[in-house]
């Protein structure tokens, strides 16, 4: 069972920036594509980008360059860097990733990020 684990989250000034992290153990394969989510509050989730094991990444929405989606195979670690916060911004940003050649998608439970004007 794969287990994965965000954190980096928490509450930055508007203009700020924050590294993201999603850390996956317990898997029996290689990891292959992670992906970033966030949901705001009232809102639906909302996938921002995704990452495969090659390191082929694709931004779901154009976001003026401000997330940038990175991994660390050695580490089974994906990171979403995100840079000039803004109040709406404010969500919980989740991971999703898949075993690599697996069709069943492991969710975290996500890391809060509160972003201050």
């Known amino acids: 069972q794969v287990q994965l684990v965000e954190s980096g989250g928490g509450l930055v000034q508007a203009g700020g920036s924050l590294r993201l992290s999603c850390a996956a153990s317990?898997?029996?394969?290689?990891?292959?594509?992670m992906d970033w989510y966030r949901q705001a509050p009232g809102k639906e989730r909302e996938m921002l980008a995704s990452?495969?094991?090659?390191?082929?990444?694709n931004y779901v929405v154009p976001r003026g360059g401000r997330f940038v989606i990175s991994r660390d195979n050695a580490k089974s670690t994906a990171y979403l860097q995100i840079s000039d916060l803004k109040p709406e911004d404010t969500a919980v940003y989740l991971c999703?990733?898949?075993?690599?050649?697996?069709?069943?998608?492991?969710w975290g439970t996500g890391t809060r990020v509160t972003v201050a004007s």
């Open positions: 317990g898997h029996d394969f290689s990891i292959g594509t």
């Open positions: 999703r990733a898949y075993e690599y050649g697996g069709v069943v998608p492991y």
């Open positions: 990452i495969t094991r090659s390191g082929i990444t």
